[in-house]
């Protein structure tokens, strides 16, 4: 099945610098790569998604980055602030079916 | 999202008892999943649901079984309870042809 692997466990960043999650997945049949962001104790919230056929997707200071020939993927979160730190989760899914979720990024934003 | 709702939100219970949990949803969508999720392992899946007459067993099933009610409901259960199930559950739904899951807010059990 399909396995995907997240790095770096822990990310510290401060305040307006930015920060990069990469995720590498094992099946190339995976067509559907969301990321979900989880506030402490709070319920996982998708924040990006991205599917197969684009290799870029932006919203406001988020973006996530597609290599369907390297399988891997990328969050990248720009001007980072406060509000940003959480453990966020990388995943994949062939279809719109179930979800193989990566071990999470502990970010930290320090002021 | 007030829209999937979990009950218990806590649970403390003793070594070999069953217990459930349950998930409803307002959403009206078709699919609902189980996840536990421990410290450096993630959302690992337990269960699936893509219609009330389909089930399937994710990637950790072992230990535990489900119902399906209705599309609305979804419960977990677990036979014997050991102390390596303390964890936090999660319940999710998501529409079919759609890739977004919503979650609810957890159940946090503890097996003693």
């Known amino acids: 099945g399909e396995n995907v692997e997240q790095h770096p466990s822990t990310l510290s960043v401060q305040e307006g610098d930015s920060a990069v999650i990469k995720c590498t997945y094992s099946?190339?049949?995976?067509?559907?790569f969301p990321w979900y962001k989880q506030e402490l104790g709070k319920r996982p919230q998708l924040i990006i998604d991205?599917?197969?056929?684009?290799g870029e997707k932006k919203d406001q200071r988020i973006a996530v980055t597609l290599n369907k020939t390297a399988k891997h993927f990328s969050l990248h979160i720009t001007e980072t602030q406060p509000e940003d730190s959480a453990v966020y989760f990388c995943?994949?899914?062939?279809?719109?079916?179930?979800?193989?979720f990566g071990a999470g990024t502990q970010v930290v934003v320090t002021p | 999202d007030a829209d999937v709702t979990q009950t218990p939100r806590n649970r403390i219970t003793k070594t070999g008892k069953r217990i459930m949990l349950e998930c409803s949803q307002t959403k009206g969508h078709d699919r609902m999943y189980w996840y536990r999720q421990d410290p450096g392992l993630g959302l690992r899946l337990i269960y699936y649901?893509?219609?009330?007459?389909?089930?399937n067993k994710g990637e950790i099933s072992d230990g535990y079984s489900v119902s399906r009610q209705a599309q609305a409901k979804f419960s977990l259960s677990l036979e014997s309870a050991i102390p390596n199930q303390t964890a936090l559950y999660f319940c999710?739904?998501?529409?079919?042809?759609?890739?977004?899951?919503?979650f609810g807010p957890g159940t946090r059990l503890t097996v003693t």
């Open positions: 099946d190339s049949a995976s067509n559907y």
């Open positions: 995943a994949a899914s062939i279809g719109w079916g179930k979800l193989q």
């Open positions: 999710a739904t998501s529409e079919g042809g759609k890739g977004e899951q919503y």
């Open positions: 991205i599917r197969s056929n684009v």
């Open positions: 649901s893509f219609d009330v007459k389909d089930i």
